[in-house]
């Protein structure tokens, strides 16, 4: 299994920015996918999920209404689509895997940094 991570990037507050995750090594369509993030000097945390079609999604507190998470099952790849960006925003983010039938993400890309200036 492998999570390529790609995307991130310097920019403004309110700007706009999208994450691509490249999945390989699995059957894409049966794992959950998921993004979360890693800012400086902090423990890691959930930013959204998607369900296996892409027909659910769900968000964190803190990123509802500016994040949206999308997967594309044929390209093997998922997308974290930010806008409004917020310094409190600046972080590594990471996507997940996880199996249908597993409980845990055991699958992790390398993360890409993401960095928003005031």
């Known amino acids: 299994v492998q999570l390529q991570a790609s995307g991130g990037g310097l920019v403004q507050a309110g700007d706009s920015l999208r994450l691509t995750c490249v999945a390989s090594?699995?059957?894409?369509?049966?794992?959950?996918m998921a993004w979360f993030r890693q800012a400086p000097g902090k423990e890691r945390e959930f930013v959204g999920v998607?369900?296996?079609?892409?027909?659910?999604?769900s968000y964190a507190a803190s990123v509802q209404g500016r994040f949206t998470i999308s997967r594309d099952n044929a390209w093997n790849t998922v997308h974290l689509h930010m806008n409004n960006l917020k310094p409190e925003d600046t972080a590594v983010y990471y996507c997940?895997?996880?199996?249908?039938?597993?409980?845990?993400?055991?699958?992790w890309g390398q993360g890409t940094l993401v960095t928003v200036s005031s």
């Open positions: 997940a895997a996880r199996y249908k039938e597993d409980s845990s993400y055991n699958s």
């Open positions: 090594g699995f059957t894409f369509s049966d794992y959950v």
């Open positions: 998607i369900s296996l079609t892409g027909s659910s999604t």
